[in-house]
């Protein structure tokens, strides 16, 4: 799986693997988000349009800030992973989601 540096996250994303997507907290050493693939497709749809809302995805709960910022909270509800507007952007362009903020340069880097 390669790997991407998201803020203090390092990011593996397969879409055929299971699981398919990792958060994993660099600091704290473990997997703040596991998601398989079907939970990634919600994922890709979600970050495809910015606005505030709150959804469930598999075991967690996300909060989509009107400012593009991602917040990932498990069942007990305690946050797992924080993501800023640009580290979303990123995590979106990894995964095939296309915000409708990004530019077309920032779409093909």
Not at 31 to 58: H, T
Not at 83 to 91: E, G, I, P, S
Request: hydrophobic content about 45%; aromatic content about 6%.
């Amino acid at each position: 799986m390669p790997i991407t540096l998201i803020g203090e996250f390092e990011v593996s994303y397969h879409p055929d693997a299971t699981p398919a997507l990792i958060l994993h907290h660099l600091i704290r050493g473990y997997d703040a988000v596991v998601l398989n693939a079907d939970e990634v497709v919600v994922l890709r749809e979600l970050l495809s349009v910015v606005q505030k809302r709150i959804r469930e995805v598999g075991h967690y709960r996300l909060i989509l800030g009107a400012g593009g910022d991602l917040t990932f909270y498990t069942a007990n509800g305690q946050r797992s992973a924080y993501l800023t507007a640009d580290q979303m952007r990123l995590l979106a362009r990894l995964i095939g989601a296309t915000p409708p903020h990004l530019t077309e340069a920032e779409v093909h880097q």
